[in-house]
């Protein structure tokens, strides 16, 4: 593969914005090159544009080195820079199962490019030889959820390492809600796969979804273009913070993890028994995807009772879907009292 083919030549060509804090990196007393405000009241200080800590911590929790981490804000970022890199607007087209997360989308209209959904089987699972037929010599990225949502099942290593190695261009694989799922992440075959990028999310099991914070797994190369096209100081410094604290308590996230995994199988136990629940699909995530007898009254119903779930009824072979995050073991419990008052209803 050759990857300045795959980038699009403005992107290829371009010279970045080089910052103050880009240029001189080591270390000084006196700082008069920014043109900041000398009184710390804290803030004063324009924030790390390449997050050197969050990213050494993060490498060494997830095995992989600092130079194949790009952080963004939030998952939307590294989705959004993947258009900006890679596609030409109006030329170029990416291809996506569907149904599947909403942003990839999104970024495609808004970068005018053409967006090729492949419907997934009724188990929600995809052929890798369907998805690439439908792909030609102007698609660019192709997207893999998984564990995917709103399905909310995860898919096999081996099959998305085909489906990276018989592509030409760039497979994303989102994988927002990794640590929930049993099967493995694809960072660990970053160095045999040069055209996969890796998203993952501090949003979810890390619990930081207010920092905003998301990141891109991928070759060195890659990351290159990723550092850049980014905004200089797109991690501002309460986020950097607030995510080296996060990174500092691995075992926390480990416990919530376990706690939810646990939660996870209490409340489809007992989902399974309401009458109004026909199926429940297996989950890799922190949701639960329900088919229930009629959706949108039920969700009504819940909503009018101050719980708010997912209706995913109009959503591609979701009919007669919600889906449901998996709370607290209490949060569960009201949940479950209130549908069982919906049903003897
Ligand atoms: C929640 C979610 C994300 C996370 O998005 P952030 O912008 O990081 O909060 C990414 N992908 C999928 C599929 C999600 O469901």
Known sequence: MNLDKLVRPNICKLTPYSSARNEFTGSASIFLDANENPYNEPFNRYPDPLQREV????????????ENIF????????????????????????????????????????NDIEYRRVSLDD????????????????????WICSPNNPTGNAYPIDMI??????????????????????????????????????????????????????????????????NKVKYPYNINAITQEKAIEALENVAKVKAWVDELLDNRSLLAEALEKMSCV????????????????????????????????????????CAGCLRITIGTKD??????????????K
Not at 129 to 140: F, I, M, Q, S, V
Not at 331 to 344: K, P
């Open 71 to 110: 952080l963004g804000v939030g998952s939307d970022e590294g989705i959004d820079l993947a258009y900006r890199i890679f596609c030409r607007p109006g030329i170029d087209n990416v291809v996506a199962i569907a149904p599947s997360y909403g942003m990839y989308e999104v970024c495609a209209d808004i």
């Open 55 to 66: 990213k050494k911590r993060l490498a060494a929790i997830k095995g992989v080195k600092p």
């Open 161 to 226: 390492l085909k489906t990276a190695q018989a592509f030409n261009g760039i497979l994303m694989v989102d994988e927002a809600y990794i640590d929930f799922s049993s099967k493995g992440s694809m960072i660990a075959y970053l160095d045999q796969c040069p055209n996969v990028i890796v998203l993952q999310t501090f949003s979810k099991a890390w619990g930081r979804a207010g920092l905003r914070l998301g990141v891109a797994y991928a070759s060195p190369k890659i990351i290159d273009y990723y």
């Open 331 to 344: 949060e569960n419990a009201q949940l479950i009292n209130t549908i069982n008052d919906y049903d003897r």
């Open 123 to 142: 188990n929600f699972n995809f052929d890798p030889d369907t998805l690439l037929a439908a792909t030609d010599e102007n698609t660019k990225l192709l």
């Open 278 to 317: 026909k199926h429940i699909y297996p989950s890799d995530a922190n949701f639960l995807l329900i088919r229930v007898d009629d959706p949108d009254c039920l969700y009504n119903f819940l909503c009018k009772q101050g719980i708010i779930v997912r209706n995913r009824n109009r959503v591609e072979k």
